[in-house]
């Protein structure tokens, strides 16, 4: 079966460090790979999506990048954080092959981040 | 790009009775429409979802009904249980990676 994880659970970081969180998804290949934030009270940003290792799609400018070093690692990282970059981040894959019966997606359990 | 609105917002109903939670999108392009539950703390889960070829689609005590014409499609909750208290997303998809998702509804389940 395939399973995603996610880490770390929860974060705090100051205002101006880095930032990275990781992604990984077990028992598929070649996956479609996503990140979302999910601000307090309100529904998923879609930020990033990747087809493949080294594609990436960046759906809004901001002060985050991801980055897929292997099939099946997506990497959300920032070089200063905001204030404005707290909230909850969620991982989430999906099949990637043309031949699909279901296209849902499946979420990871999530990262808190706050910046303080 | 695709706009997706759910309503309402907040929603508490009294254990046995019915939820509804209603969404619009605006590209009629969308032809996916999944919906989430995401319990405090975690990753939301996928509950049930609809393609566009197929107007009603029920499972147990959970139903989904899509209106292509009118762009809307809603998720019905019979006979409600506590541990229905959550947050639920709708989304619509146009193609593999676009999916816009619903700002939620807190749906509260009182005893």
């Known amino acids: 079966s395939q399973t995603i994880h996610q880490w770390p659970a929860t974060l705090v970081q100051p205002v101006g460090s880095p930032l990275s969180l990781e992604c990984t998804v077990e028992?598929?290949?070649?996956?479609?790979l996503y990140w979302y934030r999910q601000a307090a009270g309100r529904g998923l940003q879609l930020l990033f999506y990747?087809?493949?290792?080294?594609?990436i799609s960046s759906e809004v400018p901001q002060n985050l990048s991801a980055s897929r070093p292997q099939d099946r690692q997506f990497i959300l990282s920032s070089k200063k954080l905001l204030l404005s970059d707290s909230g909850f981040y969620l991982c989430?894959?999906?099949?990637?092959?043309?031949?699909?019966?279901?296209?849902?997606?499946?979420f990871g359990q999530g990262t808190r981040l706050t910046v303080v | 790009g695709e706009n997706v609105e759910q309503h309402p917002s907040t929603l508490s109903v009294q254990e046995g009775d019915s939820a509804v939670i209603k969404c619009t999108y605006s590209?009629?392009?969308?032809?996916?429409f999944p919906w989430y539950k995401q319990e405090l703390g975690k990753g939301p889960q996928l509950i049930i979802d609809?393609?566009?070829?197929?107007g009603e689609k029920k499972d147990q005590r959970i139903a989904v009904t899509l209106n292509k014409t009118a762009k809307h499609f809603s998720l019905h909750i019979t006979e409600t249980q506590p541990e229905d208290s959550a947050v639920y997303f709708c989304?619509?998809?146009?193609?593999?990676?676009?999916?816009?998702f619903g700002a939620g509804t807190r749906l509260t389940v009182k005893p």
């Open positions: 590209d009629s392009a969308s032809n996916y």
């Open positions: 990747s087809v493949g290792i080294g594609q």
């Open positions: 028992g598929t290949s070649n996956p479609n």
């Open positions: 609809i393609r566009s070829n197929v």
């Open positions: 989430a894959w999906r099949r990637g092959d043309r031949v699909v019966v279901r296209t849902e997606a499946f």
């Open positions: 989304a619509a998809r146009r193609n593999n990676n676009d999916m816009r």
